[in-house]
């Protein structure tokens, strides 16, 4: 079993819609959670960070960490055709040499 | 702005020649990291250094050595490139109190 576990995809959805992007795991350890966005061809980028569990808000971004059930999600708002791309969960525990575990990647579409 | 860039965009080799992928970050991060990424696999970490002459073995080692001279510049080497190693290879660096990381833009390198 993997660390880390997100569904592949690919994902399509109407523009406008709510997205829910997730990822589970299996490491308790894990404190540092990360979502980044990968356009095609080019390196991830960092899209949000949080520390151990709740949630938090950035635009039309929300990432929510539930520690107890080790399940972590990325909620996209009113989704454009700009945020097709893969997501990557990614995540790290203290100690842990700032060494990161990454899901392998939602491939999300959004379809104007 | 964070940045890392690589030296690379885009690069063919021939099988057994020894190819040099160059990753240098401007954000004075102790961390940096080499990931290889594949379809269906997902990012794999390759090698990482925590500072300047410091290499760690990451989860696939096999075949290829690093270089950080420099704590801007991590350099990932293929002693003798082979088919298998076709590939994007990702570099990053992270460094103070959270555990993320900046990746650069990617080199998509084809061994033929």
């Known amino acids: 079993q993997k660390e880390v576990e997100q569904d592949p995809g690919p994902l399509s959805v109407p523009e406008g819609a709510i997205v829910s992007l997730n990822c589970t795991y299996s490491?308790?350890?894990?404190?540092?959670f990360m979502w980044y966005r990968q356009y095609s061809r080019k390196g991830p980028e960092l899209l949000m960070y949080?520390?151990?569990?709740g949630n938090k808000e950035d635009g039309r971004f929300t990432a929510q960490v539930d520690k107890s059930s080790k399940y972590i999600s990325l909620f996209i708002r009113d989704s454009q055709p700009s945020d097709s791309a893969t997501y990557l969960c990614?995540?790290?525990?203290?100690?842990?040499?700032?060494?990161?575990?990454f899901g392998q990647g939602t491939r999300l579409t959004i379809n104007p | 702005d964070v940045k890392v860039t690589q030296s690379s965009r885009y690069l063919v080799k021939r099988t057994g020649e020894k190819v040099f992928l160059e990753c240098v970050q401007d954000?004075?991060?102790?961390?940096m990291f080499w990931y290889r990424q594949d379809p269906g696999l997902g990012l794999r970490l390759i090698y990482f250094?925590?500072?300047?002459?410091?290499?760690e073995k990451g989860d696939i080692p096999e075949g290829y050595s690093v270089s950080r001279e420099k704590k801007e510049r991590f350099s990932l080497i293929l002693e003798s490139a082979s088919t298998n190693q076709t590939s994007m290879y990702l570099c990053?660096?992270?460094?103070?109190?959270?555990?993320?990381?900046?990746f650069g833009p990617g080199t998509r390198l084809t061994v033929l």
């Open positions: 990053a660096s992270g460094g103070g109190s959270t555990d993320t990381q900046y």
């Open positions: 490491n308790s350890a894990f404190q540092y």
């Open positions: 949080t520390y151990s569990s």
């Open positions: 990614a995540m790290s525990a203290p100690q842990g040499a700032q060494k990161l575990v």
């Open positions: 954000m004075d991060h102790e961390n």
């Open positions: 250094s925590y500072d300047v002459k410091m290499k």
